[in-house]
């Protein structure tokens, strides 16, 4: 089996920073791509940052110049910093993984649980 563990979400002030992590672990053969994705209240999930396994990068436009994705191959782990939060950024934040396992043949993709993040004041 393969788990994702997300940690770091909470309350923070508009304007603030939190740094959120994902470590996989379990039966781990290697670890394509790797993302951060968000839900709020009413809405759908939607990416909010994307790494492949080289790390090239991409963003959704509205957290591109605030949120930086980055990754630890060596940990299995995925980071994502999120500077000058704003309250339309209150949602709960799932990584994803595209891990193939010990003994596999192809990539499936893996969800977190979720960690919340709330941005107000």
């Known amino acids: 089996q393969v788990q994702l563990v997300e940690s770091g979400g909470g309350l923070v002030q508009p304007g603030g920073s939190l740094r959120l992590s994902c470590a996989a672990s379990?039966?781990?053969?290697?670890?394509?791509?790797m993302g951060w994705y968000r839900q709020a209240p009413g809405k759908q999930r939607e990416l909010v940052a994307h790494?492949?396994?080289?790390?090239?990068?991409n963003y959704a436009d509205s957290v591109k110049g605030r949120f930086t994705i980055s990754r630890d191959n060596a940990k299995n782990t995925v980071y994502l910093q999120m500077n000058s939060l704003k309250p339309e950024d209150t949602a709960v934040y799932y990584c994803?993984?595209?891990?193939?396992?010990?003994?596999?043949?192809?990539?499936?993709?893996?969800w977190g649980q979720g960690t919340q993040v709330t941005v107000s004041s």
């Open positions: 994803n993984a595209e891990v193939r396992r010990n003994g596999g043949y192809y990539y499936d993709d893996y």
């Open positions: 790494i492949t396994s080289g790390g090239n990068t």
């Open positions: 379990g039966s781990i053969f290697s670890i394509n791509a």
